[in-house]
């Protein structure tokens, strides 16, 4: 009867190791704030800036006017990004989302 204990005690010692061994770590969701700001707005071009700031990488940048995508970077372990950028496919007196 006691080898029978000690089996037991020895099983249930091996399952709560590996319980313990089999924790993943959570994903944590990046955190980010971007700056769009116009720089030189002309009759139908405008150079605009774009920062951006992230909890952490990698990731790539997007912008679209219209539902268009005008702009993507090239994938980065950054945390910061800082670009000039210029669009001339704009109409006169017209808004853009």
Do not use: W
Not at 1 to 24: A, H, N, P, V
């Amino acid at each position: 009867m006691t080898e029978m204990k000690k089996y037991i005690k020895i099983i249930l010692l091996f399952i709560i190791l590996i319980g313990l061994s089999c924790r993943e770590e959570p994903t944590i969701p990046p955190i980010a704030k971007f700056t769009l700001t116009a720089e030189d707005i002309g009759v139908t071009d405008i150079f605009f800036r774009v920062k951006a700031t992230l909890s952490h990488g990698p990731f790539t940048l997007y912008v679209k006017r219209d539902g268009q995508q005008i702009y993507q970077s090239q994938p980065t372990n950054l945390t910061t990004v800082d670009t000039l950028l210029y669009d001339d496919n704009l109409l006169p007196k017209q808004n853009y989302t």
